[in-house]
């Protein structure tokens, strides 16, 4: 493979070798650091990107798996920090250290393209990513402010 | 306000006010102390009062960030309190992340001190800048400092009106006598504009957009990523190694040795085999390419079951006094009944969000003499970098260049800079800037871990129910072990956490030690010993309550007796070095905040609960504030517990941002939660068990507390710490919440162990 598409821009990827995660082609070869590393192996959620709208762990999703596919990172969610997700994340001040919110951010904003009034076990269902400073409760609220936004766009 | 990142910044910027950005600070140590210059580049006109303040001609306001941002708002809550005091315009506040430097002061961001220690010096900075500033309005309007008032980033003549803005008096504030700190006048807290008001913390955009930068996100140019083969047990080290395949993976450039720490572990590293490579993942495939033979080292039998089983009988023996009140001995004997039970709680990992991550650039000469160091860290403490780096470099730790990048979590971890030498070591060998990453593995396998421990406690109690004699025996590893091998057994400091320190009224106390060896390293971790003591001790009032057929809550009001302070002199306790004047033991405060929990969770309404449900209670005082919690649990007839509501009350004084308190209040339940529920690292031969979150758990949103209610109460006691202060009494209060829903009594952590189905 020779390019990807990441945020709607091609980007090349020459002799990057194919089984190389996605996250690290992100960080490692194209620089774009905001996607997180923690843990390798699909458990923690904080590498969490969109492939053609869906969220994918990119740890665990090789290049070669990335094809012709139109991959989003936190740097293309949107333009200038005004997503839904990243609003309602500043209104309840959800960060603390922030390291795992990338990952949260874009699991949340790709459940909430399909489901804008997700009840709170399907939030518990698909948000599975782990924060070790604990700032679910607040995930959740924000969740549900994003999703109010959504419905009544 | 915006902020610069550190890693723009050099030492070299740093003293000579040079930089890139507009950081413009100058010191030189006289014989007076710390002065302070007005050294200024020479594009920028620039008015440096303090080590933590300058001021620009436009009016710009910098501000420097000593502590590291690791998710408790630090970096914002400080310069807040500097920006309050000084009248300043938060809007035009820059914010300078500083490097290690010891003329700051203490810059370990560890032991939940960082307000507490500054908060009176940076109000100091912030005073000394305005009152310049308002000598130098008064002058230049030939009226009396006295009318002179800064305010909103102005000075006001209070009589005229007349005002001047900040930026405008730069060049002749630059003449002026510092003031002695004792002559300034600080704001009464009744003119607090940012102390006690919150804001968005300073990376908050940064964080949200993905731009934010962590130490595993620090780049420098033409760098290898590296991730080290470490021997599996502590103080083991390498044979032999065979790199060909590893070398042989594309993209891998080297392989490289580090050697292991010499005597006790510290801060160096545990040494092992590097592969550096051009991206992370070719050097993680290189690492699985490596056939590395290990001599395992003195550990290698360690069996962390066995050892808990040693701990057991160790504390079933008479230990060393530590506290002694009264007769214990007489009045187990004589008491009307007695009761007994053994706590456990297993060793446990950090496991910050953002595994140990730095990179460093070594520079050296033609005889490979260290010429220069620069180190970007997601540290918790540059100071600690600076000294464990420059031995291992053979240069001055004052010439060590740690930049500070954000934190994606610490909790004690990277306090322990092992990480940052690895890096240094690697740039000197390789000559080329080199990046370490831990992976998750690495993390929680050679973690500095939480202790393993037992935890005897034996009363005996009279008519009324209320114990008359109090024996507890602690025994784990202690973290002295870490400095000193010969340690052998739980230091002061560690036992003043919830052991030594046992506020109750009862008459006859005696708290004993025993010993135990130490086989990995140990580690403080949030709340440290707090974790197991307050457990035991929590717990253990709880199980006097049930034995009395008390309501839990009444009968811990009557253990903590009546309003007083503990004789810290006579219980020989350190008060972790700070005075009983600003920060007395006051039971008077921690029944207060029992009582309020007590109030806000409708204890008594919700006594009588229906089987599967119950109500747990547990108070503490740690890191010199006062907890309070409440835990609600359902356990379903198959033993699944849900938490539907944790309360929480706390006293920590004077409080700065009162969001960001609260949000570590929270976070503090959902850690201990992840703890108590599943927190358990075991090893066998020496070898740590569990290696990810498939196999150290951590509690996720659907197992979290659903709703946790926070209240922090309005205090004008000397600011205490908050960050670990919460932590302690949850563990226990959610046992307790067990117990009185299912009648299962917990005294051996994790949950996950335990049918928990009701009785
Ligand atoms: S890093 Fe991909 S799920 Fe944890
Ligand atoms: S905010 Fe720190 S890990 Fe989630």
New binding site residues.
């Given amino acids: 493979m020779n390019t990807i598409t990441v945020n709607g821009r091609q980007h090349s990827v020459e002799g990057v070798p194919e089984d190389t995660p996605l996250?690290w082609v992100l960080r490692d070869h194209l620089g774009m650091t905001g996607t997180k590393?923690?843990?390798?192996?699909?458990?923690?959620?904080?590498?969490?990107v969109h492939l053609d709208g869906e969220s994918v762990?990119?740890?665990?999703t090789a290049l070669s798996e990335v094809g012709e596919g139109n991959v989003t990172t936190i740097e293309g969610l949107s333009e200038d920090g005004t997503h839904p997700v990243q609003k309602a994340w500043k209104e309840h001040n959800v960060p603390q250290c922030g390291y795992c919110q990338v990952g949260q951010m874009m699991m949340a904003s790709a459940m909430l393209k399909k489901n804008q009034n997700p009840s709170d076990s399907e939030i518990d269902e698909e948000m599975w990513n782990i924060c070790r400073c604990g700032t679910y409760n607040r995930i959740r609220a924000a969740i549900k402010t994003a999703a109010t936004e959504m419905r009544n766009k | 306000m915006s902020t610069t990142e550190s890693s723009s910044v050099s030492r070299r910027d740093f003293l000579a006010g040079l930089s890139a950005g507009s950081l413009v600070l100058m010191a030189k140590a006289s014989s007076a102390g710390l002065t302070v210059t007005g050294a200024t580049p020479e594009t920028v006109e620039s008015f440096d009062p303090d080590l933590f303040v300058s001021i620009e001609s436009d009016g710009t306001v910098n501000i420097v960030a000593h502590r590291s941002e690791m998710g408790t708002g630090i970096r914002t809550s400080l310069p807040r309190v500097v920006a309050d005091e000084l009248e300043a315009d938060w809007d035009r506040v820059v914010i300078q992340q500083a490097i290690g430097d010891k003329r700051l002061g203490d810059q370990n961001t560890d032991g939940s001190n960082s307000i507490r220690f500054f908060f009176k010096r940076m109000r100091v900075a912030g005073a000394t800048a305005r009152t310049m500033l308002e000598q130098t309005a008064a002058e230049k309007w030939g009226v009396s400092a006295s009318e002179c008032r800064g305010r909103n980033h102005e000075v006001v003549h209070t009589k005229s009106n007349r005002k001047i803005g900040y930026g405008d008096l730069v060049a002749d504030a630059r003449e002026l006598d510092v003031p002695k700190p004792g002559t300034l006048k600080l704001k009464p807290a009744s003119e607090w504009k940012y102390i006690g008001k919150d804001v968005p913390v300073a990376d908050m955009d940064d964080i949200l957009t993905g731009k934010a930068v962590y130490g595993i996100d620090s780049r420098m140019e033409n760098q290898l990523f590296a991730v080290l083969a470490r021997p599996p047990v502590v103080g083991g080290s390498v044979k032999s190694v065979n790199a060909d395949k590893a070398l042989a993976v594309p993209g891998v450039v080297a392989v490289e040795q580090i050697p292991r720490f010499k005597g006790a572990p510290s801060f160096q590293p545990l040494g092992g085999v590097a592969v550096c490579a051009n991206s992370t993942w070719a050097a993680i495939q290189g690492r699985e390419a490596l056939e590395v033979d290990w001599d395992l080292g003195p550990n290698a039998d360690y069996d962390s079951e066995k050892f808990a089983e040693q701990l057991g009988a160790t504390v079933s023996q008479p230990g060393t006094p530590v506290r002694k009140q009264g007769d214990v001995g007489s009045a187990l004997k004589a008491g009307a009944r007695t009761h007994s039970a053994d706590y456990f709680v297993p060793h446990l990992s950090h496991a910050p969000m953002e595994t140990p991550c730095a990179v460093a650039d070594v520079k050296t000469d033609s005889t490979g003499k260290v010429t220069s160091c620069v180190i970007n860290a997601a540290t918790q403490n540059p100071q600690a970098v600076q000294q464990a780096v420059g031995p291992a470099l053979g240069m001055k730790n004052e010439d060590v260049i740690v930049n500070v990048t954000l934190l994606g979590a610490g909790f004690g971890r990277k306090s322990k800079p092992d990480y940052c030498v690895e890096a240094a070591v690697l740039s000197r060998a390789l000559k080329r800037p080199v990046h370490v990453t831990w992976t998750r593995e690495d993390d929680i396998r050679h973690d500095y871990f939480h202790t393993i421990s037992r935890i005897h406690v034996e009363a005996a109690v009279g008519e009324d129910g209320l114990p008359t004699a109090w024996l507890q025996r602690v025994s784990y590893p202690t973290i002295m072990s870490l400095f000193n091998p010969r340690a052998g057994s739980p230091a002061s400091f560690e036992q003043e956490m919830g052991a030594s320190d046992l506020p109750y009224d009862i008459p006859n106390v005696q708290i004993e030690t025993g010993p135990a060896a130490s086989h990995v390293r140990i580690g403080w971790l949030r709340s440290v010993c707090h974790i197991q003591q307050n457990f035991a001790v929590c717990s253990f009032a709880d199980e006097l309550a049930v034995l009395a057929g008390a309501d839990s809550y009444q009968y811990l009001m009557n253990l903590l007796g009546d309003d007083r302070e503990l004789d810290m002199k006579a219980l020989k306790l350190s008060n972790r070095g700070a005075s009983t004047d600003d920060y007395p033991y006051d039971i008077g405060r921690l029944k207060n905040v029992t009582r309020r929990v007590a109030e806000i969770s409708g204890w008594k309404e919700k006594r009588d609960l229906p089987k599967g449900r119950g109500l747990g209670i547990a108070c503490c005082r740690a890191f010199l504030g006062y907890t309070g919690h409440v835990v609600e649990v359902e356990v379903s007839p198959e033993g699944e517990v849900s938490i539907p509501n944790v309360w929480v009350v706390l006293d920590a004084g004077v409080i700065v941002s009162p969001d960001r308190v609260k949000a570590q209040v929270e976070g503090a339940a959902i850690m201990a939660t992840s703890q108590a529920r599943y927190g358990e690292i075991t090893f066998t031969n020496g070898v740590a068990n569990q290696d990810n979150f498939d196999t150290y758990r951590m509690a996720k949103m659907a197992d979290a507390p659903l709703n946790i209610h926070v209240e922090l109460l309005k205090s004008d006691a000397a600011p205490a710490g908050v960050g670990e202060t919460t932590v302690p009494s949850f563990a226990p209060a959610l046992c307790n919440a067990i117990y009185a829903a299912t009648g299962k009594r917990i005294r051996n952590l994790p949950l996950n162990r335990h049918d928990l189905t009701p009785e």
């Fill in positions: 996250l590393y923690g843990c390798g192996v699909s458990e923690c959620g904080a590498c969490t762990q990119s740890c665990v």
